[in-house]
């Protein structure tokens, strides 16, 4: 692939709702461009950007890819992305590191709900967009309603330069509203306007030269005085609106059967603009604390973003960033300066889907991918030692959905450490801990099927098989009146014996308190040395209480009296006294079960507020407020974590995918006597299974 300028480049994201055709018209671009000689399709699985088999057994994009297509001079870095919700983090990447998004709308079905979503991250971006009407083709399809929908949902920005000549079946090419001229058959073949579209056309164009006109001065008064636009002035004023964000141009066409797909990529070379066009990047001086602007040219000093980090167990680790501005080399050496670190750097490769195709240098604005990188993540900057940068990096969402995994085999064990660590490099919005209370492993991710997608990861490409379920839930015992207890241990069984007898107050504290321990012996009826035994004898104890054999908290011992023998005691004998002194005391301080309780934000659209608080009340939750907010209403509330552990699969059926969440732990509170009695009843029967 030959070496592109910056303004010869465009970095566009594919964005929309999951089934909208990202992938698909990926692949017509790359036939179109004569990058391949035959059109896969994501049925058949052998598409160029959807090449992990996940996908391919899928048939969805799980995975962001980046497909280079060269077009009349100028280089489009096309970014496909994932349209299901679970795979978030993949679209936050592309976002991060595009100059423009192309959405596609289906024709049949509108906006939706992935749609809204992502427009929203584009909006964070300031991203410059075009819109593609697709699958025209297909059954029902109605581009007129489609533009309808868009308008309704994003504004009268959304304005259409083409429309489709013939729809569903008869689809046989579109009409160019600023051309006006029309394009039919596979080969795009230029003709006249047909007569039945004519007037809809002449409409249509009039609306668009209102719209163009109204985003510069000098042309809305030639076009109130009554002159009529050239085309240069409408392509100069339309490129200049969407750069802007104040023109969204809607072009439509069909990606499955490659009609149009050739005006589409024209589109984005006019439209969307180069790395030059949206300008000077901000960068942070590391040394200095302060803001640099820095210009997206070969000259500049470099700044690179890693945007996506892939683990291979056989070519280690890839590493895919964007060079902002000066330019990087194969067999160099960059400076990491978010770790700190020198990086040596071999050989650059671009990436259109798994293919790698070496290349010696990368220019500011292009995209590319190096392999072995030891100290460099996801979000990092390489840039030169000589002139630190520190640019933005990709703001993940968190993680809302857990599970417990397990290793099968004592094999799949040994090897779980080094595979959840790679594949927690490899995805951001993953995370593992392990639970110091149940003493699981939980990998948490953005939904089950993130999870589940993850899992599969692990096993093809790290030969680590495990088992998951949902975390079991850190449930606490503790008292809630005082008691007193007196226990003797005392054996003799030849030669010395046992002997250790103590007196214990237990009293509840307050939530949250821990574990206090006091020593009140007066007259050494316990002598010192024994009482780090007593002390170590209650803290066994606490590990099991007397309910549910969870842990004691929120308690305080306090060790007042006892006895000894100058023979028979030992720290031994005293340590089982004071445990089992405070099983006795416990069982008498009318113990209680504690479980955790979460903080939760939730936002939905206005609309689904009252089946959302329906579903609270259902989980044992406390609404604590509500606030609308343009459209949306955020809810908080408190709910028990026993309650809420799918809460991000039940959130997402009820608000058709609308609604998110962030949920943190807020603190343990005493389980109501019917729910108390099932963890009681469960623990049991977990005890006689072990």
Known sequence: MKNYRTDQLRNVGLFGHGGAGKTSLAEAMLFDAGAITRLGKVDEGNTTSDFDPDEVRRRISINLSVVPVEWNGFKLNVLDTPGYADFVGEVKEAVRVADGALFLVDAVAGVEIGTGLTWGYADEQQLPRLVLVNKIEREN?????????????????????????????????????????????????????????????????EKLIESVAETDDALITKYLEGEELSEPEIRKALQAGTAAGQLVPIVVGSALTNRAVTAVMDAIVEFLPSPVVRGAIQATNPQTQKEESVEPATTSPLAALVFKTMADPYVGKLTYFRVYSGAMSSDSHVWNSTKAREERVGQLFIMRGKTQEPVQMLEAGDIGAVAKLAETNTGDTLCAKEHLLVLASINFPQPLFSAAIQPKTKVDMDKLGPALARIVEEDPTLSVHRDPDTAETILSGIGESHIDVSVEKMRRKFGVDVKTDLPRVSFKETITAPAKAEYKHKKQTGGHGQYGHVFLDLEPLPRGSGFEFVDKVVGGSVPKNYIPAVEKGVNEALTEGVVAGYPVVDVRVTLYDGSYHPVDSSEMAFKLASSQAFKKGTSAAKPVLLEPIMTLRITVPENFTGDVIGDLNTKRARVQGMTPEGGVSVIDAQAPLAEVRRYATDLRSLTQGRGTFTMEFSHYEEVPAHAAQQVIAEAKAAKEQD
């Open 141 to 205: 399809a109605d581009f007129y309603r489609a533009v309808d929908s868009l308008q309704s949902a994003f504004g009268s920005k959304c304005m259409p330069i083409q429309i489709p000549i013939g729809s569903q079946s008869s689809f046989d090419g579109i009409v160019d509203l600023i051309k006006m001229k029309a394009y039919t058959g596979p080969k795009s073949q230029e003709g006249p306007v047909p007569g039945d579209l004519e007037g809809q056309a002449r409409s249509l164009r």
